[in-house]
C-alpha cells in the first residue's frame, strides 16, 4: 500500500463500506480560514449559481476544475488529502474539480438518491477509479441537512441515472429495494472533518429547515489511469503540484479575488453530464 495519512485499516474500511469519516482531517484554525474565506468571497457573486430542488429549496454551488494558488487551491493539494486519495486509488491523483455547496439556513434544497459516477460516466470516464472528499465547514447535522449514504451500495456498480425534474437521479424503484437490504446512514460531521466516499456510493441530502448554514467543500480526484477519453467539462489528466500542509495557513485568507491563476469556472449550462441524461427523461415516470 502506498505511504499515506490512512492506516491500513482506514483504506480497508473505505473499500467495505464505499466511504470513510476521518475526524478533525482539518485543526480548527485551518478550516477557520476556510469559513472566513468563503463567507467573504466575492466569487459567489461573480461565479456562483442556484439549483432549485423542485420542493421549494435552492441550493448554491461554485464549480471550479483548476485548484490555483488560493486557499481553495492549497486544501484541494495539500499533502493530507491528495495522498489519501493515492492511498484509496492506489495511484496518482489529479484534481478532477471542487466546489463550495452551500445550503443556506431555511432555504438550503435538498439532492435526490444519486451516484457520482452516474454523471462522470457520461464524460468519458471508463472506471469509477475516483474519490470525493467532502469537508464539513459548518457543522453537518440531520437538522441542515447532513449527507446520508446507503452503505457499501458502492458495490452494487453504476445504477442507470435519469433527468427527473430539475435533477438527474439513481433509478427510484430499484433505490426503494436497495434501502430494504443496505442501512441507510446519516453522516453527522464537525468543521474539519473530512468524508471520503466512492463515485458508485448512493447518496443525497435534505433540505436545511434549520436556522444554521450547511456549507461544505468537495475536491474530487481522478487517478492517472483512468483518463477519460474524451473532452468534457471537466479536465483530463492534468498533473497535480501537491503542496504541504503548512501552506494553508502561510496562504491564508487568499481568495480567488487574489488568485491570479485560471479556475476554469463552471456554469449550469455546461453541465453536460447531467444534461446529456435529458434524451431519458421521457421515461422518467417509471422511476
Not at 41 to 66: C, Y
Not at 206 to 220: A, E, H
Amino acid at each position: 500500500m502506498r505511504a499515506g495519512p490512512l492506516s491500513p485499516e482506514q483504506v480497508a474500511c473505505y473499500h467495505r463500506d464505499g466511504y470513510l469519516l476521518v475526524p478533525t482531517m482539518f485543526d480548527a484554525d485551518e478550516i477557520g480560514l476556510l469559513l472566513r474565506t468563503a463567507r467573504q468571497e466575492r466569487a459567489l457573486g461573480e461565479h456562483a449559481f442556484g439549483k432549485d430542488d423542485g420542493e421549494g429549496g435552492r441550493v448554491r454551488l461554485l464549480l471550479w476544475n483548476h485548484p490555483g494558488e488560493g486557499i481553495y487551491g492549497m486544501f484541494a493539494r495539500c499533502r493530507r488529502i491528495v495522498e489519501a486519495s493515492e492511498q484509496i486509488l492506489d495511484d496518482e491523483v489529479y484534481h478532477y474539480h471542487s466546489k463550495i455547496i452551500m445550503k443556506d439556513a431555511k432555504i438550503g434544497g435538498a439532492w435526490t438518491w444519486h451516484q457520482d459516477y452516474g454523471y462522470w460516466y457520461q464524460d468519458g470516464v471508463l472506471f469509477p477509479d475516483l474519490v470525493s472528499v467532502f469537508i464539513a465547514v459548518d457543522p453537518s447535522t440531520k437538522e441542515n441537512g447532513c449527507l446520508q449514504v446507503i452503505e457499501r451500495s458502492h458495490l452494487l456498480g453504476r445504477i442507470e441515472h435519469v433527468l427527473a425534474g430539475p435533477h438527474a437521479g439513481a433509478n427510484r424503484q430499484r433505490v426503494a429495494e436497495i434501502l430494504k437490504r443496505l442501512p441507510l446512514i446519516y453522516v453527522e460531521m464537525n468543521p474539519g472533518d473530512a468524508l471520503f466516499y466512492h463515485p458508485n456510493l448512493l447518496h443525497r441530502s435534505d433540505r436545511n429547515t434549520s436556522d444554521k448554514p450547511r456549507w461544505s467543500m468537495i475536491c474530487c480526484y481522478n487517478a492517472r489511469h483512468n483518463d477519460p477519453y474524451k473532452e468534457a467539462h471537466h479536465p483530463r489528466y492534468t498533473p497535480l503540484a501537491k503542496v504541504d500542509d503548512r501552506m494553508i495557513r502561510e496562504v491564508g485568507i487568499k481568495s480567488f479575488a487574489g488568485d491570479k491563476s485560471d479556475a476554469a469556472w463552471l456554469a449550469p449550462e455546461t453541465e453536460f453530464s447531467a444534461r446529456s441524461l435529458a434524451a431519458k427523461s421521457g421515461d422518467a415516470a417509471e422511476y
